[in-house]
């Protein structure tokens, strides 16, 4: 018979340890063992761990202290403790329990009654489990996510969704998590949205994209698990609204094309390519670009959605980013993520937008985009190289055919600024 969940055994005694620990493997759980309390601390920090039989009396830290300190950050429904005891001491049982045992046993252990305990704890958890809740208004911090995923801060939100810091609490490890906003319970539109996004970055591999780790819709939610960066977005080193400089920007942007062309080369387009979906990670000394939210990528070659993918009642995307065919028919392939750098990358060349309108509104937008030429970009910014500026005005041609792809931007970004790209 084989049993789901791993069983923490905490005995100083080594042979009642291995005989307890031999018989619950033969009940079909699997085992871990700790010979004091501050080992069994670290077996318990390093996750996996499903119920704790703890014996009450044992040298140095005991079963008590133990206790006290697992309750710090796990709850009886989190992480089940079942006291062992060999005191006939009423007074010691009660005060586990007070302290947040959920149950014992006494020495000599009556093997069976062990089984039956273990089995109704374990049972307890899963039916203590925190489910999903039913609306994003519902979630927030504190909030425990598929069972997994604790919610400690929120660190930032967007069109899609808040991201909050949060913690896998048997692994005890750091992640981001971003839970959609559905605008409305059981949203189909945005949780079809969403199992896009999830499926198309859990796809794209490159160190310079965001780790997917997990994603789910579960309970009404739809939340996606990412790697914990530590850093800022580009648009935060834009909003003074000058010149980042030549070697920073390309420093910048060649990652980021190679991060894009591998996801081209996946079928991924990622349609909202601009300055707040780069992350400038930091790694010691040294800072990685990373693209960001796939959260409205279309995914080539597969089925075709069942509503289209709209937001408020406009094209999906960031008008000030949008290449023209997005505007005309929606309709794009790679070229138009390779047009929105090549607009990120003149704003972080020229410190301004290459078309603006008042207050941004989409209409003007789109036409200055469909019908008229950037700026001359070394007219704003004379230490620009010439071979820069025809790099950034092929990558905002107004035909898709005569951009080069994410791929040819990159050697054509290195090509022109050496220095920056070594």
């Not at 252990?109 to 489910?131: G, H, Q």
């Not at 200055?368 to 005005?393: D, F, Q, Y």
Request: charged share 25%.
């Amino acid at each position: 018979m084989e049993r789901a969940g791993t069983l923490l055994v905490v005995d100083d005694d080594a042979d009642n340890r291995d005989l307890l620990s031999r018989r619950l493997e033969h009940e079909g759980w699997s085992t871990r063992q700790a010979e004091s309390g501050e080992q069994a601390l670290e077996v318990v920090r390093a996750g996996g761990v499903d119920l704790v039989l703890l014996d009450l009396m044992m040298p140095g830290m005991g079963g008590l202290d133990v206790l006290k300190v697992l309750r710090r950050t796990r709850s009886a429904a989190e992480l089940p403790v079942i006291m062992v005891t060999a005191s006939s001491d009423s007074e010691d049982v009660v005060e586990a329990l007070g302290q947040g045992a959920n149950d014992y046993v006494t020495k000599p252990i009556d093997f069976p009654v062990v089984v039956a305990r273990i089995d109704a704890a374990l049972r307890t958890r899963r039916e203590a489990s925190t489910p999903a809740p039913a609306t994003l208004a519902e979630v927030g911090i504190g909030t425990v996510l598929g069972d997994r995923y604790r919610l400690e801060s929120r660190i930032g939100s967007g069109n899609h969704g808040a991201v909050y810091r949060a913690r896998h609490v048997e692994l005890d490890r750091a992640v981001a998590v971003k839970v959609l906003r559905t605008g409305a319970p059981g949203s189909g539109d945005a949780l079809h949205r969403f199992r896009r996004e999830g499926i198309a970055a859990c796809r794209v591999r490159h160190p310079h994209a965001v780790a997917v780790l997990d994603f789910a819709v579960a309970g009404g939610v739809a939340y996606l698990v990412m790697e914990l960066l530590e850093g800022h977005s580009l648009d935060v080193e834009l909003a003074p609204a000058t010149p980042l400089g030549v070697q920073r920007s390309v420093t910048i942007a060649v990652p980021v094309c190679e991060a894009l062309a591998e996801a081209h080369r996946a079928g991924i387009v990622h349609r909202d390519v601009k300055p707040a979906n780069i992350f400038l990670h930091r790694m010691g000394d040294v800072t990685v670009p990373k693209v960001l939210d796939f959260g409205i990528a279309r995914i080539l070659g597969g089925a075709a959605p069942r509503h289209a993918l709209t937001l408020d009642g406009w094209i999906v995307g960031t008008p000030a980013y949008m290449a023209p065919e997005r505007f005309e028919s929606g309709a794009c392939d790679g070229k138009a993520d390779v047009y929105g750098l090549g607009v990120t990358l003149f704003q972080m060349l020229s410190g301004r937008l290459p078309f603006e309108a008042v207050d941004g509104e989409p209409m003007a937008l789109a036409r200055k985009h469909l019908g008229e030429l950037p700026p001359p970009l070394r007219a704003l910014n004379p230490e620009v190289p010439l071979s820069l500026e025809e790099a950034v005005m092929r990558a905002l041609a107004k035909q898709p055919p005569k951009r080069p792809s994410a791929a040819e931007l990159a050697i054509l970004l290195a090509a022109s600024a050496p220095a920056a790209s070594g």
